[in-house]
């Protein structure tokens, strides 16, 4: 029987035909004009007086400007940490260090609206996505990690634990509140005092987060917070009353870290890049996989070490994918991260904008197909649009290497162990997907999958309660869970 094309079938057209009206988020975010260090429970300029700007990435306007911190400023953070460290946090009962973590827990849910417009306003991050995830996942970091602290004793059954001491951390600009709170909830937990730079592009959530500690009255030296660039996270990964070294961000400087810190016995954990495979099978159902592949890679702007960042999909449905895709990708609303529609917010920097564009241009250059919506972006700010590259081979360097950006390479495969193969053959082994209808394969994949975290017909799930971290250059230690709280003690 010949095919008739139903031309009555109509289809709904969103984009310019049906203009959303504005909805900007009005809370107000309390910014201050300037910002000094947190150290020893008080604000106090960087002991050079030199400042640097804060901007938002969707406006390139200054924000605020904070302190530069040096290597004195750092100096005298681990002292204050030090001695906070012997005189009061780890000897008080984890029951007491438990009702203090709860406090902060409670005032972040207290200020959540003004933290998520200030983590909005600084890292470009839609408003959705930073009141929705980033501030109410920090707070349940720190009430999970409160119900720990009187709890010690079976972090490690059979054994004793202790905290090593004061402990240096550094976090990347992608989630600033949420990686604070991933790293200063367990330290605390666990008895130890904490130094930590945040990035140099998004500090500010960080410094609003000290008011909350300066009025849930914690101890003066338990967190320090030191402002700066790389320099400044080297002073705090390097020095000598560190006793263990907390890193997330790139592989490169993980390597760094991992080279100064051999030898000097400090405890180190790294949570670095990744390149995640997420794998559609012909049996999956395709409609919700399409949108788990959007949440995978466009979440964030695909500013996300687990970012699903390489599409696997079997063979013989790889058109109906990219299809299904590439419509998906054109109503995704891209523009002022601060209006409650926009799925697509601001890159984080003009320095992290120019690296994608040369990441594209390579895809492009290696031969690969882009497909990219035809939205409009604001005239200002750092935009790019959701990118899908079809017609992509492993060799290529889109297939190969974290681009962290709103960019999804695709691949295909025909048998599982094809998938398999593919998937494992990276440098990274942060995370990866898995879509299919059949239990059996779930468990097989997740078993053979070389990654630290398989989220099955789901992606991008997080929990205080479950373990995060990687393998092979995706780093080591985990966050979250027994196991994260594990990396925070020394057994005894
Ligand atoms: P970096 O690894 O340079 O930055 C992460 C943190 O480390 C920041 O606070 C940074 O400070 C600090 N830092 C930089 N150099 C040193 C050093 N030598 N010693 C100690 N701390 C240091 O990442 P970038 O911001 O430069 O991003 C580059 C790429 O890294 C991205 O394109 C992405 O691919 C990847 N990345 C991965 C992340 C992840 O979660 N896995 C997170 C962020 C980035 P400052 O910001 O002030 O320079």
Redo the contacts with the bound molecule.
Sequence with gaps: MAKTKNTNARELIFGDLWEFDPAPETADPKFKTSYGLFIDGKFSPAASGKMFDTINPATEKKISEMALAGARDVDRAFKAADKAFHTTWSRMPGLERGKYIYRIARLLQDRAREFAVAETLNGGKPIREARDFDVPTAAAHFFYHAGWADKLAYVAPGRSVRPPGPVGQ??????PLL?LAWKIAPALAAGNTVVI???????ITALKLAEILQEADLPPGVVNIV????????????HPLAKKVA????????K??MR?VAGTGKKLTL????KAANIIFDDAPLDQAVEGIVNGIFFNQG????AGSRLLVQENIADVVLEKLKRRISVLRVGDPLDKNTDVGAI??R??LD??KAMVQSGIDEGAEMHQPACKLPARGFFFRPTVFSKVSMSHRIAR?????PVLSVLTFRTVDEAIEKANNTAFG?SAGVWTDKGSRILKMSTELKAGVVWANTYNKFDPTSPFGGYKE??FGREGGRQGLLDYCELV
């Excluded at 550094?170 to 989630?175: A, G, H, K, M, Y």
């Excluded at 890193?247 to 993980?254: C, E, I, K, L, R």
């Excluded at 500013?303 to 687990?306: L, R």
């Excluded at 290497?401 to 950006?405: Q, T, V």
């Design positions: 550094v976090i990347p600009w992608n989630f990686m730079k945040p990035a140099e592009t998004t500090s402002t700066g660039a790389g320099e400044t996270g080297a002073a705090v990964v390097n890193f997330t961000g790139s592989t490169d400087v993980g760094i870290i100064s949570e670095l890049g990744g500013h996300v070490c687990c984080n920097s320095e992290q690296k994608i290497e974290e681009i962290f950006g942060l995706s780093g």
